[in-house]
């Protein structure tokens, strides 16, 4: 471990001894509950813990969406033609598409990672277990996902919730020393530029209010970039946009399907277009979950 993340762990815990216990979020409890089974497939398979935390708690939302809660899909894995077990269907890149259904929690993270170890996903593995931004990197290059900020949201969700502890023995005895750590580990807002568009990725809990506070800039700026007319909490791992979004999308997307939990403006965050243009290319589609959208 670095000295810099060592000095990182011994300042969160004078933080937790001075302010005492505080109430977890779902996502430190899916961390807590769910951590073991991440390192025991790292031990198995040679995928880092932190990649497989920080995929569960994008892909099932800490485990609150219901492809988890009904199915105990918590990786968003579809079925393919060589799944036999039971299914399950959802909006995602098209409407009403076969998503894999598991018995436990404990079965789809074994199918997890036999599903990373296919040939497509060979590439990963010729990284370091402990480079998980290469990792990150690596999963959206491969095609795992089609969002086109997906290895953004999950080196966020590492860094933020500090998941590398998980990749390494004595990252996790530190982990473990640390029992508050991820909740007293308020990092700022990490800058990043994706689509060619300046943004930060937004945490749980986050609003407008606190961003702008934070970067300073007005709220009011920030507000009109990211098409809305009142500050509100962001979606955990929405894009913020710190200029005017594009008129276009980025090359090769054409169109996309509301998925579920989504809408027009979080597609429209998720693409970095426009808010009026997704608006005027779809006059009479109605903002819903299954919808086709046109992005060109």
Not at 2 to 9: A, K, N, P, Q, V
Not at 41 to 69: D, F, M
Not at 168 to 191: C, K, Q, W, Y
Not at 212 to 238: F, H, M, Q
Request: charged share 25%.
């Amino acid at each position: 471990m670095s000295y810099y993340r060592f000095l990182i762990i011994i300042n969160a815990l004078a933080i937790t001894f001075s302010l005492g216990a505080t109430k977890k979020n779902p996502y430190q409890e899916y961390i807590d509950t769910y951590s073991e089974m991440a390192i025991e497939q790292q031990r198995a398979h040679g995928i880092p813990a932190s990649i497989t935390l920080a995929q569960g708690l994008l892909e099932s939302r800490a485990g609150q969406s219901s492809l988890a809660t009904l199915g105990n899909n918590h990786f968003g894995i579809k079925c393919h033609s060589e799944w036999k077990g039971d299914t399950l269907l959802r909006n995602d890149d098209a409407a009403n598409e076969c998503f894999r259904s598991y018995s436990s929690a404990a079965e789809s993270f074994d199918d997890h990672s036999r599903f990373l170890l296919r040939k497509r996903y060979a590439p990963l593995f010729k990284n370091d277990v402990t480079d998980y931004a290469a990792w990150a990197k690596g999963l959206k290059a491969c095609g795992y996902a089609t969002d086109p900020n997906y290895a953004t949201r999950l080196i966020t969700i590492i860094e933020r919730y500090a998941l590398y502890l998980f990749d390494t023995e004595s990252g996790r005895r530190a982990e473990e020393d640390a029992s508050f750590i991820h909740d007293m580990l308020r990092a700022t807002h990490p800058v990043r530029r994706s689509r060619g568009l300046h943004c930060v990725i937004a945490s749980p809990g986050d609003t407008y209010s606190s961003i702008a506070k934070e970067l300073g800039i007005k709220k009011s700026r920030l507000l009109k970039y990211n098409d809305v007319d009142k500050d509100r909490e962001i979606k955990p791992w929405e894009e913020v946009y710190l200029e005017e979004k594009r008129d276009t999308p980025p090359e090769g997307v054409s169109n996309v399907t509301v998925g579920e939990g989504e809408s027009f403006h979080s597609i429209s965050q998720r693409f970095g277009i426009k808010l009026s243009t997704l608006r005027k290319l779809n006059p009479q589609v109605r903002d819903r979950p299954g919808s086709k959208l046109r992005l060109r």
